[in-house]
């Protein structure tokens, strides 16, 4: 039988200055460099270990980093265990971070009973990445894994950040809805309460409506798409960074919005990143060039000319947008290029339409691969309603949303980041499932 731990009392609570005081007496990996010679408590897991006779050397792993740990007649538990190391840190050139830990004593805090599938010192994403995703709830510990899932998070902060210090408010939107914003297609259906609903595609109709209440709006929050294609940069739940603002001018002020925000993002990035940046072998884009932007046919026509690539469809293809890239970089020294003045056909219902077959909409690609979308928006009913038709889509269906346009929407306009493939492009992952903690796609639910 497993014992179960006492809890504390005041007599016995021991050393905390306070409850929240949690890091006290514990040193973590990050700070070793700065102790050497010192006594340290550790806590972490066993991230690898090695017997070497009466010697075993133990890789610890905390929230900040890995550490080797020298263990003389102490044999380390199983590996992923949580232990509690105390030992003295010495100066050791060959090791990462430059020193090692002589161990005193080892505490195991919880065993593992089972070894992970995968060792998490051997994780590489090239190397087998269904079992990677198969095991992904103890797989995801990897320090590569770590190190991505915590650049999104400071992307997130350089999102909201900017966005806080720039007069927007925060606003979260229902993600069971009637009516798919995106145009219909792709979306899952969900049986409520005996009615038909759908996961929401987008918060797009509703960021619009917020636009009444706050002018500046930004939503973070998973989408769903039914995507029939499996690909490496779909995925059926990704994080949607979605942005709207009121009394805007044109799509230049989208973008200009855009552009500014991207590079707050990653400018966060590269102040709090550096080791993750660097373990990585990522490189970040310049942040001093300007964003070139180019109309969609005049981009068709210059992949054309310059790489000799036809573009089949509306759109771009992939590979245009790949060469499209190529040109940002090789012409402007960007890794970001606008598309705009996309066509009416290329775009959803709501973008606004300037008469002449083209839109006010726009996409965001970086480094060959569409990361945003966005533009202006039709603010007045009778462009919607042109809209809604040539798209077969009917009125009653959009009929809440349609009414907020009687109550004077001013001109506005936003766009939607997707967080994977920003992360992923930023840090070289060639597939997006490891810019999530648990990708859903057509093959998995679980874990
Ligand atoms: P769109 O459908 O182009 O636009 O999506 C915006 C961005 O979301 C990302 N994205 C995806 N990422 C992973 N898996 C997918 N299946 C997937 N689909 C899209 C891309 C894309 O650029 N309502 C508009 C946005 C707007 O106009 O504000 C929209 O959703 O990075």
């Given amino acids: 039988m497993a014992a ?43 991230h690898h270990r090695r017997d070497l006779g009466g010697l075993a050397f133990l890789d610890l792993r905390d929230r900040s980093g890995v550490v080797q740990c020298v263990l003389e007649g102490i044999d380390p538990p199983l590996h992923e265990s949580s232990v509690e ?27 593992a009973t089972t070894p992970p599938p995968v060792e998490m010192a051997k994780i590489d994403h090239q190397a087998h990445p269904e079992t990677l995703l198969e095991y992904r709830h103890v797989t995801v510990r990897a320090p590569r894994d770590r190190a991505v899932l915590k650049v999104q998070a400071e992307l997130l902060r350089g999102f909201r950040g900017f966005l806080d210090a720039h007069a927007f408010t925060e606003i979260s939107t ?7 914003a995106e145009g219909g297609a792709h979306q899952f259906e969900v049986d409520y309460y005996g009615q038909r609903a759908y996961l929401a595609q987008s918060p797009q109709l509703y960021k619009q409506i917020m636009v009444g209440v706050f002018e500046r709006v930004y939503e973070v929050a998973p989408v769903y798409r039914a995507e029939p ?31 500014a925000l991207l590079k707050a993002m990653l400018a966060e990035v590269a102040e709090r990143c550096t080791g993750e940046l660097r373990d ?85 690609i970086f480094r060959g691969t569409e990361i945003t979308s966005g533009g202006q928006r039709a603010h007045e009913v009778a462009m919607l309603e042109r809209g809604l038709a ?38 070289g992952i060639t597939n997006v499932r490891f810019a999530r903690a ?10």
């Fill in 85 to 111: 190391v105390e030992g003295t840190v010495v100066a050791h050139a060959k090791a990462p971070g430059g020193v090692e830990v002589r161990a005193s004593a080892l505490r195991v805090v919880t065993l």
């Fill in 174 to 180: 229902p993600k069971l809805v009637a009516a798919g």
């Fill in 4 to 46: 179960t731990a006492a809890r504390r009392t005041p007599e016995t609570a021991g050393t905390r200055a306070s409850s929240l005081d949690l890091d006290a007496g514990r040193a973590l990996v990050a700070q070793l460099p700065e102790r050497v010679g010192q006594a340290v408590r550790l806590r972490g897991w066993v």
């Fill in 438 to 447: 648990f990708p859903r796609d057509g093959q998995r639910l679980q874990p």
């Fill in 280 to 364: 990585l072998g990522a490189t970040l884009p310049r942040l001093d060039v300007a964003f070139p932007r180019i109309p969609l046919l005049d981009a068709r026509e210059l992949v054309r000319e310059r790489y000799g690539h036809a573009s089949g469809g509306k759109d771009l293809d992939p590979e245009a947008e790949r060469l499209l890239g190529r040109w940002a970089l090789e012409e402007h020294d960007s890794d970001f290029v606008f598309v705009t003045h996309y066509p009416e056909a290329a775009r959803p219902f709501y973008a606004y339409a300037d008469g002449d077959g083209l839109t006010r909409g726009l996409d965001l």
């Fill in 390 to 427: 040539q798209r077969g889509l009917d009125p009653e269906g959009f009929a809440s949303y349609l009414q907020v346009f009687r109550h004077g929407m001013p001109p506005h306009g936003g766009f939607a980041i997707g967080a994977e493939r920003l992360t992923a492009l930023l840090l």
């Fill in 229 to 259: 294609s499996h690909t490496v940069r779909h995925l059926a739940e990704y994080l949607s960074l979605d942005v709207e603002m009121g009394f805007i001018e044109d799509d230049g002020d989208v973008m200009d919005l855009q552009e």
